[in-house]
């Protein structure tokens, strides 16, 4: 697993164990992320795409590192996983193994999110519904396998479950994919920024359509890309389609950029949760001129925030590889967000290109910070009752209710409850 620099290490009493046991979720997962190393080199070697190299030791020191030296080292890996991906059985033995690896490590719940125009390729075939039903292939095997264990059908353990996320991108050019190619070239009389809102339009009505009519559960949908000079409200068409057909809406937002592009995701875009949220509390970063009193708008927005448990979905390990300026993991901003009361869930972002788990991450929020039992339970719980179930209302609180019981006997086991 990914080693932090020079973190501060604090008496924990919560031991790897408990929190392999535990029961988890995971709701800020990309596929093109996650892969296993392994896998990615069998892939490129069945489909011939070159990689810089072809052991996992080569691939870990050029490629998929500790540590970074900014976002665009850190987003280097995925032109290769992208790749590979551009294939029916790839994005099926990807998802099932990405599902795999979470039960293993007692993740009961993901919302694995991915860019389908990142993978649409009309020359093998590979459209929208194709991509996305290949993925949810994957993951339905991993879980009608899992849930057709003993302990799980007895009750013993909570049941694994899933959803997909489809993102549309802030920014993208004609080389990022086949799609996008063809994309920019239907729209050659148009602005850049015009391209990029209808991809988002189209990405979310196909989201809905496919949902609707092939019942995959395509639980919400994602802003991922570029923050700077690509702002949340000008998306709000596509996010507005999505308000209006039900569809869960989460937004990368305070990732790379101020507090106001985090107030444009839930106030344009109606967010239901917000992905990393980290410079939500950094003055510094805000670039609004109409903003006057960064402190009180701060103070103003994390409130807010909070009043309202919009979720923010931490990974700290991640933030630490793209902004290295932070340095420790004691210096994250989860520490503020823990003072504020936000609520928060524990998420990997890239379970390969960062190196990390779940178990993980837990570990190095426990070794520096301090989270009492109430609070832990807390950030646990909106992790399954702040998630974008597939089921109903009702599904939703009362699997949330089985995997908080599972907790509770899991944390009296290992002496913590």
Do not use: W
């Not at 599972?406 to 086991?413: H, L, P, S």
């Amino acid at each position: 697993m990914v080693k932090i620099p020079m973190q501060s290490k604090k008496t924990s009493h919560y031991s790897n164990d408990f929190i392999r046991e535990m029961p988890k979720s995971d709701l800020h997962l990309h596929l093109d992320g996650s892969l296993r190393i392994p896998t990615l080199i069998e892939l490129a070697k069945e489909q011939k795409i070159q990689l810089p190299s072809f052991t996992e030791a080569g691939l870990r020191e050029l490629v998929f590192k500790e540590t970074y030296a900014n976002l665009g080292e850190y987003l280097h890996g995925f032109q290769y996983t992208c790749a590979v991906l551009r294939n029916q059985e790839a994005i099926e033995k990807v998802s099932y193994e990405l599902a795999i690896d979470n039960q293993n490590e007692g993740v009961n719940y993901i919302e694995a999110r991915f860019a389908p125009q990142l993978l649409i390729d009309p020359a093998k075939g590979l459209t929208m519904e194709s991509v996305i039903e290949a993925c949810n292939r994957g993951f339905l095997k991993a879980k009608n396998e899992y849930n057709s264990k003993a302990e799980v059908i007895s009750g013993a353990k909570p049941e694994f479950d899933y959803g997909i996320i489809t993102c549309a991108m802030r920014k993208f050019a004609s080389n990022f994919s086949p799609y996008y190619a063809n994309f920019f070239n239907m729209m050659e009389y148009s602005r850049e920024t015009e391209v990029i809102k209808e991809a988002a339009l189209q990405l979310v009505k196909a989201s809905v359509k496919i949902r609707n009519e092939k019942g995959i559960p395509i639980v919400g949908v994602d802003l991922a890309g570029q923050e700077e000079g690509y702002p949340a409200n000008h998306f709000k068409e596509a996010y507005d389609f999505a308000h209006k057909n039900f569809m869960n809406k989460t937004v990368h937002a305070g990732e790379a950029y101020g507090a106001e592009s985090i107030f444009q995701a839930i106030t344009d875009l109606h967010a239901d949760r917000i992905g990393h949220g980290y410079y939500l509390f950094d003055p510094d970063k805000i670039s609004d001129p109409s903003i006057v009193n960064r402190v009180k708008y701060i103070s103003d927005l994390s409130s807010f925030v909070a009043d309202k448990r919009v979720v923010i979905e931490v990974c700290i390990t991640s933030n630490l590889q793209t902004n290295p300026d932070i340095k420790l993991a004691k210096n994250h901003n989860f520490k503020k967000m823990l003072e504020s009361r936000m609520a928060l869930t524990i998420c990997t972002d890239n379970r390969l290109v960062s190196n990390t788990t779940v178990s993980n991450e837990y570990r190095v929020i426990f070794d520096n910070f301090d989270v009492p039992l109430k609070q832990l339970k807390d950030i646990v719980a909106y992790g399954f009752k702040k998630s974008f179930h597939p089921g109903s209302y009702v599904d939703k609180r009362n699997y949330a209710k089985k995997c908080m019981q599972y907790f509770d006997r899991v944390a009296q086991k290992h002496g913590v409850l």
